[in-house]
Nanobody, 119 residues
Framework: QVQLVESGGGSVQTGESLRLSCAAS????????MGWFRQAPGKEREFVAA????????YYADSVKDRFTISRDKDKNTVFLQMNSLKADDTAVYYC????????????WGPGIQVTVSS
């Protein structure tokens, strides 16, 4: 497993943007994918986006498609989530996660970071 630490969260107004970063430390990440999940108060954790580490192929939840962009910097062992046109429904704790292999679940998790969007 790798250690993951998120940064870049905070409080913004509806329509504004935030960029989350997640740095993997401990060893060079060589797994299958890294991604982002979120959990709003009273709701289950949900998938937001993921990126295949080798190719950079992105995957998105329908709720964030066309607003969020996931990317990765392999040299810096870091994954990013650019969030534009934020809505109140995007308010949640955002978690970075890593998936070791194609057949595994996301098996390394960051501690989470708060994103609050107010109108």
């Amino acid at each position: 497993q790798v250690q993951l630490v998120e940064s870049g969260g905070g409080s913004v107004q509806t329509g504004e943007s935030l960029r989350l970063s997640c740095a993997a430390s401990g060893r060079t990440f060589s797994g299958y994918r890294m991604g982002w999940f979120r959990q709003a108060p009273g709701k289950e954790r949900e998938f937001v986006a993921a990126v295949t580490w080798s190719s950079g192929t992105p995957y998105y939840a329908d709720s964030v498609k066309d607003r969020f962009t996931i990317s990765r910097d392999k040299d810096k062992n870091t994954v990013f989530l650019q969030m534009n046109s934020l809505k109140a429904d995007d308010t949640a704790v955002y978690y970075c996660a890593a998936q070791s292999t194609f057949r595994s679940a996301f098996d390394s998790w960051g501690p989470g970071i708060q994103v609050t969007v107010s109108s």
